[in-house]
């Protein structure tokens, strides 16, 4: 096996041993119950039946949540097939797969209509389009008076310490609420409210079971460095939300693209 081959191998390897304890969680990522219908209720005069889109849905659990609150449709897209048969089973679990749509694809190469949306929801990933690119390449999907809601993460206090910057920048487009508004108004959006997640939306569903399962999977994987490599990155992100999580946090961000 070449260099690079076996550079290929271990690479596939680690990504397999990241789902092992990313993609077995009960969320992919912050959120609860309360804080997808509280934004659910920021947007009035939607349809009986609302067309929704669930971008990056993860394991499904918004995609269920929201089948349940709007009595629509949705179609719950995802890049990895472990996310979109945890959608199909959680949907069937909950009696709301007949309204579900799933599509596995790469976000980045999506391709819709014109307004073939009434919402546009996506808690936790538009980040792999960036704010700004996802939000402006969205916009045209949802139809004139629909709307976008999307969880990201701020900054919640200025100054943070070093060692969170250094930590973040994994994602440089981590800023102030004002300036993410700014962002939004930029594009033409309309704001219609936004409002920080709980510290209980990164424990309950996410934290909490990631720390568990790491507590399994450390004398699972004993003498595995790729597997031991995950391990550390998971605590070290956990650790730095303990120490930190007063600078920064997920807001949930609810927009509407003018009617006209
Ligand atoms: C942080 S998780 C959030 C998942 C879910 N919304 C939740 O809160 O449980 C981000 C999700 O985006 C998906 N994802 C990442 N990059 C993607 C891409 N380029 N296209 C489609 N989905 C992507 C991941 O597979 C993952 O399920």
Redesign the pocket.
Known sequence: MTASAQGFDNEKKEMDYFLDIYGRLP?????SHECTRRAYKLMPDLPETPRIL??????G??AVDLLKISGGQVLA????PL?IERTKANAEIANVSNRLEVLK????KMEFSQASFDVIW????LY??GFKNGLRRIKPFVRPGGYVAI?EVVWLKPEPPAPLVEYWQQYDEIDKVENKLAVIDSLGYQQVGHFALPESAWTEGYYDPMEALLAQKTEEWTGIPEAQDVIREARHEIEIFRKYSNYFGYEFFVMRRPAI
Do not use: F, T
């Not at 969320?27 to 959120?31: C, F, K, T, V």
């Not at 669930?54 to 394991?59: E, I, S």
């Not at 694809?105 to 980045?108: G, T, V």
């Open positions: 969320r992919a990522g912050p959120g669930d971008l990056g849905c993860g394991p659990v918004q897209l995802d890049c990895l996310m694809q790469d976000m980045r996506s808690e936790g990933a792999n389009l969880s």
